[in-house]
């Protein structure tokens, strides 16, 4: 069976200092994954998507990156996180090729201080 | 462009009662949708679904959605609430592999 493992799940980081939060999927190949941001009264705000290795669409602009280095990883990063990039992580993946439901990790809760 | 509203932000429902959050859309062709639950601190669970066919559609935990293309929703209703259905609710739109949520509704279940 499919499982995503999304990490960490808790994440306190400065105001300025680099972001990496990593998912990967196991038990599929070629998935479209999916990253959101989900900030307080705010819903779920699509931040990138990626249907293939080095594929990555890109939803709102801002200081955050996305990176697909394997199939079935799916990296967020930031040069230098601002107070605003509070909030939680959700990252999501489903089958590949194909316009399907999603299934969501648990998520990471970052707070910038 | 595609888009979801959720026009409730917060629903407070009586045990046992009945339930039915709203969703309307913005799309130009035949959408998949989806509701999806939310428990605090969670990730997200798939309610139900819709791609095709008969417009009513049912769903876990006792959940159905009906689709009108006329009014372009996707109405959620659930006949006789429990109060482990407190959570928060979202509906989404699938095109094209980009999946959109609406910014969801908060279910209060009082007793």
């Known amino acids: 069976s499919q499982t995503i493992h999304q990490w960490p799940a808790t994440l306190v980081q400065p105001v300025g200092s680099p972001l990496s939060l990593e998912c990967t999927v196991e038990?599929?190949?070629?998935?479209?994954l999916y990253w959101y941001r989900q900030a307080a009264g705010r819903g779920l705000q699509l931040l990138f998507y990626?249907?293939?290795?080095?594929?990555i669409s890109s939803e709102v602009p801002q200081n955050l990156s996305a990176s697909r280095p394997q199939d079935r990883q799916f990296i967020l990063s930031s040069k230098k996180l601002l107070l605003s990039d509070s909030g939680f992580y959700l990252c999501a993946w489903s089958v590949g090729s194909m316009n399907t439901e999603a299934f969501f990790g648990q998520g990471t809760r970052l707070t910038v201080v | 462009a595609q888009s979801v509203t959720q026009p409730d932000i917060h629903i407070t429902v009586s045990e046992g009662a009945s339930l039915e959050l709203r969703c309307n859309y913005s799309y130009g062709a035949t959408p998949y949708l989806f509701w999806y639950v939310q428990s605090p601190g969670q990730g997200l669970q798939l309610l139900l679904k819709?791609?095709?066919?008969?417009?009513l559609v049912q769903g876990i935990k006792g959940f159905e959605a009906e689709f009108k293309r006329s009014q372009s929703s996707f109405n959620l209703r659930k006949p006789s609430v429990h109060w482990s259905d407190a959570a928060e609710y979202f509906c989404s739109l699938l095109n094209d592999y980009k999946l959109s949520f609406g910014a969801g509704t908060t279910v209060t279940v009082r007793a």
């Open positions: 990626s249907v293939g290795i080095g594929q």
């Open positions: 038990g599929t190949s070629n998935p479209n």
């Open positions: 819709y791609f095709s066919g008969d417009t």
